[in-house]
């Protein structure tokens, strides 16, 4: 069974960095889909950054340019590098996983297994 935990969020000002980090357990990274998403309170969860079991990335327009997906299979870690960021990226930050690895849209329904997310504040 996957299970993911998040970790790097925080309070940043705009314009700041941070990189968010998703563990697996329980399932080699190497064989998983894995999606970054974030929400806000009484909005739907939405598509930020997704890479393919086969590497190949997807990001929603709002984050082209800023944020970047990394993987580090040993470390069975999933990055997301964020840069420049803005006062509308404040919201909860989640990691999803598909572990049949034919996840490709950054669709939420794509995925079966989220962990408890990270919050990202961006305030000055």
């Known amino acids: 069974q996957v299970q993911l935990v998040e970790s790097g969020g925080g309070l940043v000002q705009p314009g700041g960095t941070l990189r968010l980090a998703c563990e697996a357990s329980?399932?080699?990274?190497?064989?998983?889909?894995v999606g970054w998403f974030r929400q806000v309170p009484g909005k739907e969860r939405e598509g930020v950054a997704c890479?393919?079991?086969?590497?190949?990335?997807r990001y929603a327009d709002s984050v082209k340019g800023r944020f970047t997906l990394s993987r580090d299979h040993a470390k069975n870690t999933v990055y997301l590098q964020v840069n420049g960021l803005e006062p509308d990226d404040t919201a909860r930050y989640y990691c999803?996983?598909?572990?049949?690895?034919?996840?490709?849209?950054?669709?939420?329904?794509?995925?079966?297994?989220w962990g408890q997310g990270t919050p990202v504040t961006v305030s000055s």
């Open positions: 329980g399932f080699s990274s190497d064989q998983l889909a």
């Open positions: 999803a996983a598909d572990s049949y690895g034919i996840a490709w849209q950054c669709k939420t329904y794509e995925y079966d297994t």
């Open positions: 890479i393919t079991i086969g590497g190949t990335t």
